[in-house]
């Protein structure tokens, strides 16, 4: 194949995005400019990005840069595989769609907040997830991935006059820290083998480190990339700073950024270790497992909208989680086609994630821009003012509960079916493990559908809660394509995953050796097939016409029958009572409660009932209701790191006596220390 | 793929009819049991025909989602009923989902009728779908355990090929692994078919129902198609839990003999495990509902059992 312009469309992409940055900046005093410099270029960045990774995708081989910078062990080298290609077509599938929604969505920003600086560190985020996902130096990759958090950091605390934002900006960049602390360690180790920083070096260096380095090695990046992914319990700042961030923000924050501590997993674990020890797998799903069900119960806890689907990013990084844990196991168990499987598994949810997340996301933005609120208990009956956004919602919610034919559905049936073949793979007691897995999926996979019945019936169903939801208006155009394109592309990977599959081709061959993406298709295209032992076949493509075949003889019975009586509309039933309000119907707290009881060991739930009497107790005049459940990791382990770390701080503080003679000599020790350290034979 | 038309078709028919009929002599295996008349085994074909020459009252503040609910609700049921083995191994649509696809195809559907209970504004219908919900996420993962004991030992999730395995090994049902799983799943279909002692098909008293609640402010048409639907959901169920256990009888190919011996069978059998339903609802109180997790407990545990078996023996 002629070779493909990757290079210029990629560079390109980073012009775009750098000359974004500081145009907005530049232009901050006059906010409609502003909004159409951020936008544009921010959507010119996105599809040269796109396209690069088209190219990248279909060229197969890799390409690599390195320019030299003088700086030890530091060189600009880049490295568009098909992996990073992978990543980056995720990144400029969201980037788009949120560039194009960011047109209506930044308008109401104008003249009260600064689109300028808005601008600057949105084309900062996307150029830093650029550079992350295609870095093939160890110290440029840490350097994007801190801008990104920085820029990050500053959107969260974008609002920044509101408590709420700042408080989680500050854990959000703590949080931060430990974790580029624990990738700087592991890159450490690893530079320390290899004695150069370009990942390319590492491969063969992590193979001679002693077993007992590989390990630390592993769960130093481990460590690293759980926290930037939200994994529990290294969660707590995902639930706080997705929702407070401006609603695009978080759809690039919970769809794409937390990806990347994907990515560094993938890269790392299957790409850099040459390999990974025999356990690592097997925690990689256990963390997994875990992770993703407690998300998806605390998920169900919530009533603000945001947070409820930032708990579900958690869910799905768990999921994810799974897939990879799953093809660490089998590459060290010696089934590569397996592990094939697996790593298909993991990627494809992490595009179908990235995807459904982000427009439920931008769904949850439009609700909120138009009510001026995410509680869902304020919402309700939304779906008659805003039909196209209740649209695109319902699409994203039946896609993240992982119901066929849309794309969640097959991500997680490629999971069900690697964790199935891990039954036959593995010896011994861990092949039972696969199947518990497996029926955990499936749990979750109901408790997703039970919550987002739940956000999708209490938001837009049934009648409004509260004045702003009965006065809102639908979001203006470019905010409804933006979430329409993501809604098709919910559609397309899912009916037409056939056609997508090839994509993993050379991503399978780099990481794996073996070439698994288009063998997996099989029945005139139609039909994926597991390609596993264990496995089966499927057709989202099929069951789709199906679907649609059986319904229209259904709806011509229904109208011949229909024919003698006109459908009339009336009154729901409300218990000979005067009419039905919104008091009466069901809330989101009331929806969840059957599970809150039947989970109670975890929520270990409060709640506070005050009613006030007139005459008789039967009816009373008020009533006070106060429910909250324990967050048991704030409480039970963050709080005592908290106070450990400021009960050591105050003792810290005697040597902190503020007197310039003690500081002169603090450094004057330390500089002897490091000398003899340096001079030491 | 030749064929694949009148295969579906015929398959579709048989579905379609025998539905109500099983429910109908479900109805009447259970007034005679409890000493009364009851309905005969057709009420349900009236009950059907009837309501879909009735008017239809849909709610003032109900949207779209209410009316395409019965629509989903039906054609998801149907569709599922292709894709499983009914008289022969070989189901008209098994290489396009296997037993995956029939659980999520299912809960699709669910997924419906919950958002239809809850877009009437009344609390009946949120009650309802809060309960059907939770239920179904607690009895979900019982079922996959139970489901992946039989798919490991016939070394696939496809339906007609777990079929066909079974086939030729009649008796394995004796097996440990095997008699385990079908515990777990009988719970597991009572649960999911909404019978008692996890939900009553005959009340409409609020503090019991479940399915009744979610479907209330349904009329005509509309409910006719949920109903249908239900009876089909609750075939499939229960074909599902014959064929993979009991496969005796199933033909082997489309052949005219093969199908009548296969027909014949099945509804022996299918009558056999109504009976056992039957049995069980009669003896049984119903559960209060926050006592139906441990009897799922007790099908998740059934199910593990049955998978650690399968690695013993």
Known sequence: MSTLPVGATFVLSLAAYSAGACASLASWRKPAMARYICCGAALAGAVMGGLASVFGILQGAPVRWSVPSGIPLFAYSFSYDALAGFFNLTLAILAIAVSIYSFGYLKEFEGRRNIGFFGFLFHLLLLSLTIVFTAANAFLFLIGWEVGSLAAYGLVTFYHEQRESRQAGLLYVIMAHADVGCLLLGFALLIQGSGSAEFASFHTAAAQLSSGRQSAAFLLFFLGFCIKAGVI??????????????????????????KAGIYGMTRIFLDSLGGVPSWAGLLVLIVGVVSAVLGVLYALMEHDLKRLLAYHSIENIGIILIGLGAALVFRVAGHPQLAAVALIAAMFHTLNHAIFKCLLFLGAGSVLHSTGTRNMEKLGGLIRPMPVTAFCFLIGAVAISGLPPLNGFVSEWLTYQSLLAGFGATGGLTRILFPLAGSMLALMGALAAACFVKAFAITFLALPRSAESRTCHEAPRSMLVGMGSLAMACLVLGLGVTWFLPVFNALTEQLLGQRVGTNLISGHGLVLSAGTPHGGTVSTAVIGIGLVILLIPTVLLVSIGARRFARRRGPTWDCGLPG?????????????????????????????????????????????????????????????????????????????????????????????????????? | MTGLLPKAGLQLVLFLLVAPLLSGIIKTLKARLQTRRGPDVFQSYR??????????????????????????????????GLMIPLITTDAPLSLFGGVLAVVYLLALGRFFLALGGLDTGSSFGGIGSSREMTISAIAEPAMMLAIFTVALAANSTNLSEMAKVAVSQSWKFLAPSQMLAFAALFIVLIAETGRLPVDNPATHLELTMIHEAMVLEYSGPYLALIEWGASIKQLVLMTLVVNTFFPFGLSLDWTARGLALGLVFYFVKILVLASLIVLVETTNAKLRLFRVPELLMVSFILGALALISTFLF
Do not use: C
Request: charged share 15%; no cysteine.
């Open chain 1, 580 to 681: 039905l309000s919104e008091d009466n119907e069901y809330t989101a707290t009331a929806f969840s409660k059957p599970l809150r009881m039947i989970f109670s060991a975890l929520y270990q739930p409060r709640r506070e009932i005050q009613a006030v009497f007139d005459v008789s107790p039967y009816f009373p005049k008020e009533i006070r209701f106060e429910s909250e459940i324990e967050p048991t990791f704030e409480k039970r382990l963050y709080l005592p790191l908290k106070d450990l770390v400021l009960w050591f701080s105050i003792r810290m503080r005697a040597i902190q006596a503020g007197s310039i003679h003690a500081y002169l000599a603090y450094i004057f020790v330390t500089l002897v220390l490091l000398l003899l350290f340096g001079v030491r034979p």
């Open chain 2, 47 to 80: 009950d059907i025909f009837k309501l879909f020459r009735k008017g239809m009252v849909i709610p003032e503040t109900s949207s779209w989602i209410f009316s395409a609910t019965p629509y989903i609700v039906f054609v998801t049921a149907a569709l599922v």
């Open chain 1, 233 to 258: 319990p290294f969660h707590i700042w995902l639930p706080a700073a997705h929702p407070v961030a401006p609603s695009n923000i978080s759809a690039l924050l919970s769809g794409i950024v937390i």
